[in-house]
């Protein structure tokens, strides 16, 4: 899996969301290099996931106020915050499964964490509230 870069054209006109998604990413980055790493033990795996649980809550609960702030419609909260629940619960699901004893569950972690999240949430969801956070609606 190739590393993910955060470009320019990610921006979301905020600062401090901007610096959380690249933050996401370092992480998300981190996690992959970790499970291709020869040496790699499951406590240094677990660290990672700890670390992305809970930086992945607090981003979103900042995220989430943020939008609130800048008049982003009610409805359209609801349903970013939809997905943003259903991210939580996936990443929570594989922690689980990781603790469980079951580690090549990281295998499918990644593919999610690449794919449904990086690619489609924060280079696509989350562009839908620009235009509120630039106050050009
Ligand atoms: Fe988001």
């Not at 997905?83 to 580690?103: C, W």
Request: hydrophobic share 40%.
């Amino acid at each position: 899996m190739t590393r993910f870069e955060w470009k320019p054209e990610y921006s979301v006109n905020d600062d401090k969301i901007d610096a959380q998604h690249q933050e996401l990413i370092a992480i998300i980055n981190g996690l992959a290099e970790q499970l291709r790493a020869p040496d790699a033990s499951t406590d240094d795996a677990r660290t990672v996931f700890d670390h992305l649980a809970a930086y992945v809550t607090a981003h979103f609960a900042y995220e989430e106020g943020r939008i609130a702030e800048a008049g982003y419609p009610a409805e359209l909260i609801a349903a970013h915050q939809a997905e943003h629940n259903k991210i939580l619960r996936q990443v929570q699901e594989f922690e689980q499964v990781f603790e469980g004893g079951d580690a090549s569950v990281l295998e499918q972690l990644m593919p999610f964490l690449y794919g449904d999240w990086l690619i489609h949430h924060i280079c696509g969801t989350d562009k839908d509230y620009v235009p509120y956070i630039t106050g050009k609606r």
